[in-house]
Structure formats: C-alpha cells, structure tokens
C-alpha cells in the first residue's frame, strides 16, 4: 500500500480514464450541471483515498470502486426525478432476435431500455452499467464487493426485470 500519491500520476490517470468518469456521471445524472459536480465529488473522492489504493489490485478495478460509491452516494443524497441513463453505444435487441428492426424502432427500443434502466435501484444501476461495459462477473465481483454468484443472480433478475418493465411500456 502507498502512503503517498505521486500528483503527475494521479492527473495522468484520470485522464487515461476519463471515459469510466463520464460514463458513471452519465448514468446517475441528466444535467450538465449535475454532471460535472459528480465528476468533481468523484475525482476529489479518489485523491483524498489514494493512499489506499493497492498497487496490487488493478487502478481500474479500484476507480471503479470509488466512483460507484460516489455516485451512489450522490443518487441516495439527491433522489432527483430528473436522473436519467445515457448509453451510447447499447441498444437491446427487445424483438428476442428480430434481425429486420428499422431505425426508429432501434431508437424507440433504446428509449425504453434508458427509461426502465432508470426506474432501477442505485445498486442495480451500477451493476447493469459495469455489465454494458463489458465486465466479466469477476470483475463486477471486485468493484461492486459481491460474489460472483450474487452477480449472476442479480444481473438475471435485473435483465428479467428490465424486460418485464419494456413489455409494459410497450404495451
């Protein structure tokens, strides 16, 4: 364990991952605003626990930690209406394997899928966002402190909740 952080080291990390930042404040803020006073909570959160970061574990792995539990914290403290799921690149095939969707009902699936995501507890949240981040369930395991048993079981239970939630609005 380091007892000192290495300032030019910290910055350069933070830029190297950057993108994980901007993807956790996407998930659990809607606002600009809000986004960047996360992202602020988050970086500031990783500086004042730096010395407890373990070289032996993976920077990610703990970063991840750290702004999950930020955000998390920052959702509980605020339980705005307003929260919402930006994902970029996903989008849930809702059709169970319909290959001729056009583009609309592409947008109009990824709209339900942001809006039943957000209906999801913080926990869940979290674990679906490392999940369309293409983690495996070790490393879910890891960041979120759960077995991997408990992410499997909880990831099943969130995509049939997710799934559930979509066919309801699409009825």
């Known amino acids: 364990m380091r007892k000192t952080i290495d300032e030019k080291e910290f910055l350069e990390r933070i830029r ?6 901007f993807k956790i404040c996407n998930i659990y803020c809607v606002n600009r605003e809000d986004r960047e006073d996360l992202a602020q909570e988050i970086v500031y959160q990783l500086w004042r626990s730096g010395a ?3 070289d032996s574990c993976r920077f990610t792995t703990w970063m991840y930690r750290v702004a999950l539990n930020v955000a998390i914290s920052y959702y509980r403290n ?11 690149e996903w989008a849930i095939d809702i ?3 319909a290959t001729d969707v056009d583009e609309d009902d592409m947008e109009r699936n990824r709209q339900l899928l942001y809006n039943s995501i957000n209906e ?3 926990m869940d949240r979290m674990l679906i966002l490392l999940f369309l981040e293409e983690k495996n369930y ?13 992410v499997a079981t909880r990831l099943n239970r969130i995509r049939e909740k997710l799934k559930r939630k979509i066919a309801q609005q699409k009825d």
Do not use: P, Q, W
């Open 120 to 122: 999801l507890n913080a």
């Open 78 to 88: 605020t339980k705005r209406d307003d929260m919402t799921v930006s994902l970029s």
């Open 16 to 21: 190297i991952n950057r993108g994980l930042l």
């Open 52 to 54: 407890s970061f373990d």
């Open 138 to 150: 070790s490393e879910i395991a890891e960041i979120a402190g759960i077995t991997e048993t408990n």
């Open 95 to 97: 059709e169970n394997g």
